[in-house]
Structures are given as structure tokens and as C-alpha cells.
């Protein structure tokens, strides 16, 4: 089953520019977790984020989480060609479970 | 780092066999493994979980007998898809968790199955 919902779908973008990705949620919890994946290729997990947390940065990466709104944001700024790819988010309940959304595809233009 | 591995990582086969994908956790035991199916363009979808010792926990709508899930080391999990359809061709990935680790989740690089 799936989560929710990102947005948006695709995002195309130059080279330099920030890149925002939102993703929303049903359920409660324990924490959310970005993950990136190139095409055809296994996931790469970019950063996790706890309930009790309302933001995260990890070098160009920033996210958010509003437990209120049941929704997280992922931004990379100053974005580079390389970063094209889908991004996930993904929940979980501490026991290694994901439940995933339903990505965004960015592509980073040179 | 801890790795998973996965293979095959691309497999063709033929409509009616079975095909197996192992998932290895190669420098810790994994009591947990998650496997995921993604259809082109699509997202991840849990198909079940895979529980040393014990029966694998199914999502609702995956079918059991068709996906063959053995966890039989703490190394080790299989999918076993039987009588192989050709929409059954998708891309197969694990996952594990490591456990006192914060929960740490590592994922292997997938296996291409595809049906002929």
C-alpha cells in the first residue's frame, strides 16, 4: 500500500536552481525518510527525519516535517545535473517497514 | 558499512518456471527482511516481510503461493516466484534492518526480472 502522495510528479529544473519536493501522508509516524534512486538501480537513502523533529539539513539536502499537517518537503539547492534522479519519501514504524510514496522524477538540466 | 546484496540482478525467464532472487546481509544478521516490487516509472510497493524462522507477513493483494518467501539464516532471504507470467516482470528489491541500529535500513541494488 502506499502512504500518500508527492508532488510534484516530475519537476525539471537548470542547473543551479532549488529543487522542492513535497510528499504527504496518512498514517502516524515514528519517521520519515528520504531516499533517492537513479534509474534501474537500488535506492540511496539521503536522510531521515523523526517525529519530534521539524527540520534536517544534510549538506545541499534540507527537509521538513509538519506531524500536523502530515506532510515533509525535500529541498536541494544549488542543484547539479548529477542530482537528476527520483526522489521517495518514505515512512516508517521502527521495525525496517517503508511504506513509500509515489516519487518525484527531477531532472537537473546543464 | 553493512551491505545488502542482492542476485541475481537481472534474470529472464521463461512463462511457467520459477525464478529465484536471493537477498544476503553480508556483515550482520538481518532477524527482519523486507522485499519491494517497483513497476517502471512507478514507487516501491511492500510486498511482504520476510521473518527469520517463521512465516513471511503479507501485504494484502500479494499472493502467497505465487511469491515464495524463505527466510531460513539470518543471512538470508529468498523469493521464490513461481510459474513466472510475463506481468510479473518488474524490478524485485530488498531490504534489511540491522537492529540496534537506529533501526539503520539498507537496501540492495535490486533484481530485473523479466518474463518471456
Known amino acids: 500500500s502506499q502512504q500518500g502522495e508527492e508532488d510534484p510528479q516530475a519537476l525539471s529544473i537548470q542547473e543551479g536552481e532549488n529543487a522542492t519536493m513535497n510528499c504527504s501522508y496518512k498514517t502516524s509516524i515514528n519517521n520519515l525518510q528520504w531516499y533517492r534512486q537513479n534509474s534501474g538501480r537500488g535506492l540511496v537513502h539521503l536522510i531521515l527525519i523523526r517525529s519530534n523533529e521539524r527540520e534536517k539539513h544534510s549538506g545541499r539536502l534540507r527537509v521538513t516535517l509538519d506531524t500536523s499537517k502530515k506532510s515533509s518537503s525535500l529541498l536541494i539547492t544549488a542543484s547539479r545535473a548529477a542530482d537528476t534522479a527520483s526522489y521517495f519519501c518514505?515512512?516508517?514504524?521502527?521495525?525496517?517497514?517503508?511504506?513509500f510514496g509515489q516519487g518525484t522524477t527531477l531532472q537537473v538540466k546543464p | 558499512g553493512a551491505v545488502v546484496s542482492q542476485h541475481p540482478s537481472r534474470v529472464i525467464c521463461k512463462s511457467g518456471t520459477s525464478v529465484k532472487i536471493e537477498c544476503r546481509s553480508l556483515?550482520?544478521?538481518?532477524?527482519?527482511m523486507f522485499w519491494y516490487r517497483q513497476f517502471p516509472k512507478k514507487s516501491l510497493m511492500l510486498m511482504a516481510t520476510?521473518?527469520?524462522?517463521?512465516?513471511?507477513?503479507?501485504e494484502q493483494g500479494v499472493e502467497k503461493d505465487k511469491f515464495l518467501i524463505n527466510h531460513a539464516s539470518l543471512t538470508l532471504s529468498t523469493l521464490t516466484v513461481t510459474s513466472a507470467h510475463p506481468e510479473d516482470s518488474s524490478f524485485y528489491i530488498c531490504s534489511a534492518s540491522r537492529g540496534g541500529d537506529g533501526n539503520t535500513i539498507y537496501f540492495g541494488e535490486g533484481s530485473w526480472l523479466t518474463v518471456v
Open positions: 556483515d550482520f544478521q538481518a532477524t527482519t
Open positions: 520476510s521473518n527469520e524462522g517463521s512465516k513471511a507477513t503479507y
Open positions: 518514505a515512512t516508517d514504524d521502527d521495525t525496517g517497514k517503508l511504506i
